[in-house]
Every structure is written in C-alpha cells, then in structure tokens.
C-alpha cells in the first residue's frame, strides 16, 4: 500500500471523484423479485411490504414471545405493527435489512422518526403503482430490472396467459428450480400445460422439457435461465436433476442464445415455521460449477454464492473459465461488511470482468436501499483499487473509471450475455467462439 501522505493527498481526489461517478451511474439490476405493475398485486410497494419483508419477519423473531401462529394469523399491517415495534421502537435499526428501510423512507422525503406508520400508509395510499415505479427508478438510479418468472408459479402464468401490458424496464428471466431439484412434481406441471413429459427420463421427455423451456422463453422474452441450487447439489451425478440438466436445459440455453444462472448453496426449510424467513445457508460443491463449465464450453453460466467460503474457490474458477461470470453479493452476503470483501476480492483477482450487485429486491421501494448502501460500499472499493493504480504510476480519466463503473454494474453482463447468443452456422461449420 503507497504511503500515508500519498494515500492522502491522491487518495482523497480520487475518491470524490470516484464517488461522483458512481452516484451518477445508472444500474442494470440483473435479479430480483419485482414484477412489471401490469402484474398489478404481484408487484409489491409500500410501507408495509417494506416492513414485512422476510429478512425483518426472522430478525423480529430474535426478541420473544416467539409466537409464530400469532404471527402468521395476524394481517400484513399488524405483522408490519409488530416488526416495528420490535426492530425500530424496541432497539435502534442495526441491521442492514432494518437501516434500509430507514433509508428508502428518508430518501422518498418521509420521516420514518415519526413512527406514524397510518401516516406513512397514507403517503402510500395517494399514489399509482406507475407513478411508484418512475419515482422509485429515478431516485435509486436504476435502469432496469430482471424479474424472476417461474411458469410453476400458477400466481404468475395467470397472468402471462391475459398477455400483460409489459413495462421493457422490467426484463424477463425464467426461473426453473422445480424442473431441476423436483422433478415428480414438476413433470405434473408440464403435463398439465400441454407438455407430457411421459413417465421416465428419455428422449421424449427432453422433447418435451425443451418445447416448455422454448415457449416460456419466447412469452416472457427471457435474459437468461436461473435455479438456485441446494448445497449438495452435485454435476455429473446419477440424479434427475444432472440428467434434465444435460440432456435438455443446457442444450436449450445454447440454442436459444441464454445464459444460465446457478445461485448455489441455499438450504431451504431450515426453520419452516418462519416460511420464505425460515431458510439458511451451505457451502456449496464448486466442483460441480467446474465440470459444467468445462464440459459445455458453448454455455455460459452466471453465478452467485450464498456461502461466505465459496467466494474465493468461485472467483478462481470464474479465472479459469471465460463462460463463468460471478455476480452479486447475495442474501446472507449483502452486508457492507462481505460486499467489501467480495468485491475487493473480485476487483483484485478479475478486474472489472464481473458484475457487482444485484438488489434481489421484493418490495420495490427497496431498490433505493439497496443501491444506496452498495453504492457506499463500491465507492470504497474502487478508490481504494484506483490509489493502489495511482501508486502504481497510473491515474485513471474520469471516462476510464466511468467505463469501469458501467462495466460493473451491467456492462460486463450484458457483454457476457451477447455472446451467448446462438452460433450462426456458415457453411455447415460453427464460426470461432469470439468471432460471433
Ligand atoms: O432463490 C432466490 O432467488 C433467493 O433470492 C430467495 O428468493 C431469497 O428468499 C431472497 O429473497 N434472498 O434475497
Ligand atoms: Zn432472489
């Protein structure tokens, strides 16, 4: 590290105009969990949808009486009621989860001191979904958002059946966890929308799966593929999963020009009475990203680790595999603690060839929050990195790091997705990898 008087003097320009570059640059979120309000009641907004959030639900569990039935029978306001009391009334809000709020209301000009929460509803209450979501985009600097659309969701198709009136800043990704980790239930769901798989795994079943896969790809116009995957979760394995995998999604994706995300290591159910609270965290086998990565070099995969030990092994692999991009700081991961860490990990090991954050937000107003405070943390990261560089005898222009900064938050994904797009076969023979 330079010396103190240089660190101070380079260091302290650097970060004002980093920080100027960051706060102005516009957000490509690449996954949450926000729907186009043509979804209407899908797309969720609002002090109590803020407040209900499930991060807050398991940290307002951590004061007694732990009465979950109370809880679960009690309306989203008297569950907001609750949380309040308990995580912003009871102490001061702490957490990451608990400060955002405090954020986003501040930033939508609110006083959240008032702890009025009938005021604050009725703030709510005098808007549109649409108005919500310009205001909302424009004061979190956010350009667009990947939504996470499961066809198993019977919440959801229904609305994709009545062809929404669709919002283009709010961008499909086709969610398959049933098809890959349950695979008896899942193959009932194909059945009942047209695609009988059959009763066993063979050549009409993978007929079947890629005529589903093609069709909700083409409706919902789908950025990439996406599941979350289990800490075992194993590649190659004698399972269902590993087989639906070859033999039909991966052979899907490269077809159709989709990139496919893995966000590995969930556990899920860990304490079920907490429901969407109640799940944790496992390590996950990176092995299995590395025999995918190298036995299909036509797909590209973008990942994210729920495991603090795994961020290492999965910048590594992402060093050995051009067809692996890392993202995010996810979940358990999205404190400023870990997305320091993660990002100077990355920054140092793969430069700007990953994408930062993603907000996997699911209440819209939280989008504010969650590029404020990643925003902080990547201005911290990227004037340390550049005073390293200007010690190193390279200042970087104001357009260099603008490039750096839109590289990291959407740029290098976007460039990662164009070359997923399917090979043009010219004269029978696949053109080269870089040249398509
Ligand atoms: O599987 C996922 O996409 C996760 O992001 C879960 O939805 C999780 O509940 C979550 O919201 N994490 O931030
Ligand atoms: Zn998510």
Redesign the pocket.
Known sequence: MPGYTFIVQVGSQLFSRVERVVSQARVADI?T?LYDPGFHSLLKWGIDELLVY??LVSESFRSGPWDYDRFWSASTSQQAEWIWNRLFVAQSPLSEAARGVITTLNSLGLDPRSGDLALLRQWFSLRTPEQHVEQVLEVAGVESVCM?NSPFDSEETVYWQRTPRRDPRFVGAL?I?PLLLNWREARLTLKEQGYDPGESLNDAAVTAIRRFLEDWTRRIESRYC?V?TPPEFAFPAETDSAWILEKAVLPHCRDHGQAFAM?MG?RRGVNPRLR??G?GVGQADLTALASLCRCFPENRFLVTCLSRECQQELVILARKFPNLHPFGC???N?TPQLIEETTTLRLDLLGTSFTFQHS?S?VLDQLIYKWKHSRVVLVDCLTQAYTRLAASGWVPTDVEMERDVHRLLGGSFNEFLEGARPVRHEGGIARDFESR
């Open positions: 996954h969990h499930h991060y996470t969610r966890d996406m979350s966000m969930v969407m609270a799940d996810w979940w358990f999205n996997d699911r």
